[in-house]
């Protein structure tokens, strides 16, 4: 999806206009997509709601002021928020509502940095539980949530006067951000939630007897992220290596587990030539249905098709497909169990091939900082989250063996991005006030050079059935 490429007027942050550039010059951040969208709709003031905290943080900080009427969040991030980024959110305090798993790697200290940080703020914790990115926490605690949600907007619509026009219900696309508005009453804004595959579509009959409820996909939180991710030159090149060593031939049949948006396959698509057909599956309905526009959009029907099923279980007979492949989902499923599935649809003589993260190796930061921080950032940085029976480390290429694959061929590889590759360009949260600032001059200065980019690690392997 593209915004146009002709020069208009926008909104920025502080509410008056500036010039467009091309996209092909320069890509919109997302705070002023939003700011378009709402601009579009008529609202001046909305409540937000969404995930995960780092979005709602970068959005607190880019938005103006005065168009946030509160914020709902779900606190999971990767790495434990600085209490200097986490006081950025202060003057929300009163109007922020906060929901914490109980169970995970960072979850009590998190709750307890939280709490010291932001006195005042309502802050939910669901017992028993552990929510990283990709949990459907609306679908499991939906009674939870919507009863902590419309008692905490109840309030502070009782504290401000809501002036808003009634939206008629409908659907739309703004700058690239799809939207659906349900309901009446003061604008509900539900950004997306991180990888939940229901997203929000549990609590919107609810949501929507007291609020006009205006869901957004499209180019918006992990949808852009894995889009924004999945073209750059990097991460081709590193694709491509794996198709090269695949050896792909023209008529063979593809298999994509974990596909989320597609982004891969479509290119694959391309690549070929459509010489190739090419399967994508996720347990993930909402990554496939925008995966399916996606397909639409660049006219790839009867080229690339989307199956809804686990990786764990792969909802296909023995020897289905002439290549099995996944990029960066290894570490969030059993791997051994997604591993043997892989290779059981695969036909024998055929190939597997795995691209994993490299948490077992250090990324590489080219920016001017002290040793200090730039170990901090290169260590800490772009580590998600690995469950117990995934991964993300060299145990991949004994696990290739161990499944019975033959010709196995091993390497690791680095993903270069440019710094105007990024998605969103903060200084991440988990950096102290005083760290951020540095941070960003040091940003400033490499690409006043020319030379800010960062390399992380991939574990790459490639192996043949018998």
């Not at 939870?144 to 309030?155: P, S």
């Amino acid at each position: 999806m593209k915004a146009n490429s002709r020069s208009t007027a926008r909104l920025n942050r502080h509410g008056t206009t500036e010039s467009d550039l091309t996209v092909e010059e320069r890509p919109l951040p997302v705070e002023e997509r939003l700011l378009q969208l709402l601009q579009h709709l008529g609202i001046e003031q909305a409540h937000f709601a969404g995930g995960p905290a780092w979005f709602l943080w970068y959005l607190h900080r880019n938005m103006p002021p005065h168009i946030v009427s509160s914020m709902t969040g779900f606190f999971l991030p990767p790495a434990l928020p600085h209490p200097d980024a986490l006081s950025d959110l202060r003057p929300l305090a009163g109007r922020l509502l906060t929901f914490f798993g109980e169970r995970g790697p960072v979850a009590t200290e998190e709750q307890q940095r939280f709490r010291e940080s932001l006195p005042g703020t309502t802050a939910v914790i669901f017992r028993d539980y552990f929510s990283p990115f990709w949990a459907d926490v609306v679908a499991d605690r939906t009674k939870e949530i919507g009863d902590a949600m419309l008692e905490f907007l109840a309030r502070i619509d009782q504290e401000q006067e809501s002036t808003a026009a009634p939206l008629a219900e409908g659907e739309g696309e703004v700058a690239g951000i799809s939207y659906r508005i349900q309901g009446s009453g003061p604008p509900l804004v539900l950004l997306p939630l991180g990888l939940a595959p229901s997203q929000w579509e549990p609590l919107l009959p609810r949501l929507s007897e007291h609020y006009c409820a205006i869901t957004l996909g499209g180019e918006i939180g992990w949808v852009r992220i894995l889009e924004k991710r999945g073209r750059t030159p990097g991460w081709l090149r590193v694709v491509g290596n794996l198709i090269d060593q695949i050896l792909l031939r023209p008529g063979e049949s593809v298999l994509d587990v974990g596909c989320g948006t597609g982004v891969y396959d479509r290119w694959l698509a391309h690549r070929t030539g459509r010489a190739n057909r090419v399967t994508g599956l996720d347990i993930n309905g909402y990554l496939l249905r925008e995966a399916a526009a996606l397909v639409r959009k660049e006219g790839l029907e009867g080229v690339v098709e989307f199956r809804q099923g686990s990786a764990d279980a792969l909802p296909f007979p023995d020897n289905s497909f002439d290549v099995t492949m996944t990029v960066g989902v290894m570490a969030e499923v059993d791997a051994d169990r997604m591993l043997a599935e892989m290779a059981r649809v695969t036909k024998p003589g055929g190939r597997v091939a795995v691209i994993t993260f490299a948490f077992d190796v250090p990324s590489w930061m080219n920016l001017p900082l002290s040793a200090e921080l730039k170990t901090k950032v290169e260590t800490t940085g772009g580590r998600g989250v690995v469950t117990e029976r995934g991964c993300a480390d060299a145990s991949l290429y004994r696990r290739f063996h161990q499944a019975g694959l033959v010709q196995v061929s091993m390497f690791l590889q680095l993903c270069t991005q440019l710094f105007t590759e990024q998605i969103e360009r903060e200084a991440p949260m988990y950096l102290s006030r005083e760290e951020r600032d540095a941070y960003r001059e040091a940003v400033d200065q490499a690409e006043a050079e020319g030379t800010a980019f960062i390399a992380f690690p991939l574990h790459c392997a490639v192996g043949t059935k018998p």
